[in-house]
């Protein structure tokens, strides 16, 4: 009875771990996207107004702003939750005047990614699974760079390099 005990108080711990675990890389990543921001407002000043490297720069600051948003008191019990044992984060944010993008990343209590889903998708946006790269999400905005989301790694997302 003793042992039994032992081990599900173990499993319980564990799985708060897990949760806190996956919930801290998220907040790390919200403060290195705050550092990345800086640093693309400084070569952002440095680039033609409108050049294929000005959207680039775009947005990624876009996708980090989605990251940092994690870091907001108001923000947060919107953009992550927990429902029994599963974790839920979202990666949100509005395009201009074509709506809202929402990316939801889906953990288990383990803190492993189970997959990933999309809530919303802005008018005129597409979506691209390609055979060649199966673990990233690509997508794709009419006149600018492709956005890459990895299916394994939902911290890890980025813009097209030019």
């Known amino acids: 009875m003793r042992l039994a005990l032992l081990i599900a108080v173990g499993a319980l711990s564990s799985a708060a771990h897990a949760e806190a675990t996956v919930a ?18 400084e070569r ?14 775009r947005i990624q600051m876009v996708i980090e702003a989605a990251y940092m948003a994690h870091l907001d008191e108001k923000l947060a019990p919107i953009l992550h939750s927990v429902q029994g044992d599963r974790e839920f984060f979202h990666l949100a944010f509005n395009s201009d005047g074509g709506g809202l993008f929402d990316l939801l990343c889906i953990y288990d209590r383990s803190g492993n990614v189970m997959g990933t889903r999309i ?27 492709m956005m890459f989301f990895d299916l394994n790694d939902p911290l890890a997302a980025f813009v097209a390099p030019q």
């Open 24 to 41: 801290s890389q998220w907040k790390a990543r919200a403060f290195d996207a705050m550092e990345a921001m800086q640093k693309l407002q």
């Open 44 to 57: 952002i000043g440095k680039v033609k107004p409108g050049s294929k490297e000005d959207k680039r720069l």
């Open 119 to 145: 809530d919303h998708l802005p008018d005129g946006w597409q979506v691209l699974m390609a055979r060649t790269a199966p673990s990233f999400l690509s997508v794709m905005r009419p006149g600018f760079p």
